[in-house]
């Protein structure tokens, strides 16, 4: 039995030790590798191993910081003083947190790390207030004796001050702990990182472009430099930069990666494609790049290149291998291959993903007329209160597709008698009695969305554009998309509703402006619909013709735009 206890209690050590560094811990100077202190594994030193450990798991944190502390006083192992400081650390105890890290540094005097973080916490009480003057002595003292690590040192203080509530007064503090260092680029990024954290990019910008000079073309002062850029929305900009640098340095992967980043973020996505398919040259069984490749190619409709790289990515281990399966069943089911998609979405295990696969299942079954299967599909799998309310407007969606709108209202209806105040219920109910002409049943639902929430930006709108529609009360018809325009001033649908309600008043020049506007953010069918009958009546009928074709070209089976364009005799 002691001989069991005992390799319990090395195992317990290692995962300890593993599991909070401990080999960093060595390679930081807390102690030399092989020479931690002899502890004396007795039972009930590992009894209170085992009941700090499963009090975290339980969520006690608190008992847990408490049992570590207390293990930490007895034993005086640095790997149990910091392993008390980090959870004291993240339940907020501030008393526990600065006595283990005082035990830290005591038993580990060389390790930089346990000075930085005592440093950080030194002087804060039960309060929460802070002991500036504490903090920056004790960072200067870390500084002071870096011992060939004075860079990382540097790049450590902002994370060092994260507690500090005033930002400002943390930037301060940064200034004069670097002073001494100005001619260490690593000095200027700390004070370029404090910039950010106030908001101030153009001092950000002057500190990286610093530390630039000193070093030239330096990796972590590029990829901050195009961090501020792109936060300060000069996007364009930190893309020139960092294709710059690329030119420059064209095997610099961590370079080349960040510029192909951005190339994403300002949606070229051909050339960000590229650059990844170039990295992918190198690494070519890289799961992540094969998945950047694979979803950009989704992105630009390539679905045979896109298949590919998922195929590979799933098969190089991607950690998100659900969502690999989610893409590859769309694929399949975007050519109508239904029981393949439906075999991909079957495989998806995560939960966090397993109701969107149910729901592409059970609508991939839809398409093929399978309306039945589909609701038993969705009736069957809900689980929990939020993923059963995920598949009642699914279904709900699926019939109303199949031209059922009254089957749809009544699903809705029953689950409202459950949730009468679901505002999401609320709204899609209302959409399918205004579309079985219920007006008064629409009128009090989204009545009772914008009582319930009121600034529902669509439940307005929808009331809005429903009575502008049908050319009934059309001063409160404007009222109404008015505040919803207010709300959301630059949603397409509202303006659309904006310019439709202004045309049935007969103003169809402010109407245009409207709709043009929308049209412009989204080319949608039935904006279209009536941006082409506006112009018509404004006599532009080759403008009409135009967008109408374009639109019918793109939306071939739109109901509004068809029964529009053969009202005006533009088909």
């Known amino acids: 039995m002691k001989n069991q206890l005992t390799r319990l209690a090395r195992s317990v050590c290692l995962a300890l030790a593993l599991g909070t560094g401990g080999s960093a811990l060595a390679a930081n100077g807390d102690v030399a590798a092989g ?26 944190i608190g008992l847990s910081a408490q049992l570590y502390l207390e293990l930490a006083r007895a034993t005086r192992d640095p790997r ?47 309060s929460g207030d802070v002991d500036l003057d504490a903090i920056q002595i004790q960072l200067a003292r870390v500084l002071a004796q870096s011992n060939g690590r004075l860079p990382q040192n540097l790049l450590g203080l902002n994370r060092a001050l994260a507690r500090v509530p005033d930002k400002q007064a943390t930037k301060s503090i940064v200034h004069r702990l670097t002073e001494p260092y100005l001619d260490v680029p690593e000095a ?22 610093r530390a630039l000079e000193l070093r030239p073309g330096w990796e972590p002062g590029v990829l901050l430099k195009a961090q501020i850029l792109q936060h300060a929305g000069a996007g364009a900009e930190a893309l020139r930069q960092l294709e710059a640098e690329v030119t420059r340095s064209p095997d610099n992967r961590t370079l080349r990666q960040a ?50 790289h998922f195929l590979r990515a799933l098969g190089a281990g991607h950690p998100q291998a659900d969502l690999i399966r989610l893409h590859l069943g769309q694929i399949a089911d975007s050519r109508g291959e239904g029981e393949a998609a439906r075999k991909w979405f079957a495989e998806v295990g995560d939960e966090n993903h397993r109701p969107e696969a149910t729901i592409r299942s059970a609508q991939s079954l839809a398409r093929e007329g399978r309306i039945d299967e589909a609701r038993t599909l969705l009736q069957g799998e809900a689980d929990e209160p939020q993923v059963t309310r995920r598949y009642i407007l699914a279904e709900a969606q699926i019939l109303r597709d199949a031209d059922r709108s009254g089957e749809a209202l009544l699903v809705l209806d029953d689950a409202l008698r459950e949730t009468p105040d679901d505002t999401d219920l609320l709204y899609e109910s209302a959409m399918l009695a205004e579309r079985l002409d219920r007006i008064d049943l629409m009128e009090t639902r989204l009545r009772r969305i914008i009582a319930l929430k009121p600034d529902h930006a669509h439940a307005y709108n929808a009331l809005g554009y429903s009575l502008a529609d049908r050319s009934l009360r059309l001063d409160e018809a404007q009222h109404l998309i008015e505040r919803a325009l207010e709300l959301a001033p630059d949603d397409p649908f509202i303006l659309d509703s904006m310019g439709w309600v202004r045309f049935r008043r007969g103003d169809s020049s402010a ?16 904006i279209a619909a009536h941006l082409g009958e506006v112009l018509w009546t404004l006599a532009r009928e080759d403008d009409a013709r135009r967008i109408l074709d374009e639109a019918l070209s793109a939306h071939p089976d739109n109901r509004l735009l068809n029964e529009t364009a053969q009202r005006l005799g533009v088909r």
């Open 80 to 126: 149990i003083a910091r392993r008390a400081t980090e959870i004291a650390m993240y339940s907020r105890n501030l008393q526990i947190a600065t006595e283990a890290a005082r035990i830290w540094t005591e038993v580990a005097p060389n390790s930089e790390e346990a000075r930085r973080v005592l440093g950080s916490i030194a002087g804060a009480g039960e």
């Open 259 to 308: 510029y192909a980043r951005a190339l994403v973020g300002a949606q070229r996505f051909v050339d960000a494609r590229t650059e990844f398919r170039h990295l992918l040259v190198g690494s070519p069984d890289d799961a992540e790049l094969l998945y950047a490749v694979g979803l950009l190619s989704l992105q630009l409709d390539e679905l045979a290149e896109a298949e590919t």
């Open 188 to 209: 200027h990024i700390a004070r370029a990182q404090a910039a950010m954290i106030t908001e101030d990019p153009m001092e950000a910008l002057a500190a990286v472009d």
């Open 35 to 60: 020479a931690f202190p002899a502890q004396e594994l007795t039972p009930r030193t590992l009894y209170q191993f085992l009941l700090a450990e499963i009090a975290g798991a339980r969520g006690q």
């Open 511 to 526: 109407a245009l402006e409207h709709l043009e506007r929308a049209y412009a953010i989204r080319k949608d069918a039935e």
